[in-house]
């Protein structure tokens, strides 16, 4: 086991209560264990959002389009903190201010690798300018695009299998900020609807 996926991550309960650790590779192996996660979307004044399409080379739904940046921090490390390195590795962006706006607790099984994402997931919105220089790595990001709030969701609603499947719920939160909420319909398997209660 090499690289992130030797990493480790802080294991949650469905109250976000720190269990224990474990690594990213074991986390993710079916069925999969409740873990803390991150989900960045930053924004543009013109409140289009920044998306990136998944690499190929990525374990869990690849060349899948998702929000701007995801990860897991460290036991026991700020969201923030966690965040914006992520941000740093993924995309070569300045750190930036970032804000919590809400949880979006889900299961997901990727049909392709077999992996499953089960994320006690923090969503994070930060602002940055289209015109903010990003160097994304290739290993993690195939293409990037901004997109509007409405496109979005309308894409959402056409083709939800071209997009990561805890998008939707990621979006939601975004746009519909409020306390951590669990999600039930989002427990299942990645063929069954993905977007029930987001929005």
Known sequence: MTGREAHLV????????????????????PPGRLHRAFSVLLVDPDGRVLLQRRAEVKTRFPLRWANTCCGHPLPGEPLTIAANRRLGEELGAAPVELTEVGVYVYRAEDPATGRVEFEYDHVLRGDLPAHAPLRPDPDEVA?????????????????????????????????????????????????????????
């Not at 990213?24 to 192996?29: G, I, L, M």
């Not at 805890?166 to 975004?174: A, K, M, P, S």
């Not at 306390?179 to 299942?188: D, F, V």
């Open 10 to 29: 802080e294991l949650v309960d469905e109250a976000g209560t720190a269990t224990g650790y474990t690594t990213v590779r074991a986390a993710h192996q």
């Open 143 to 199: 293409e990037l695009r901004w997109v509007p709030p409405s496109e979005l969701t309308a894409e959402l609603d056409a083709d939800p299998h071209a997009y990561a499947p805890w998008l939707g719920g990621v979006v939601d939160r975004l746009y519909h900020p409020g306390e951590p909420a669990l999600l039930q319909s989002t427990l299942a398997a990645e063929n069954a609807p993905e977007r029930s209660g987001g929005g």
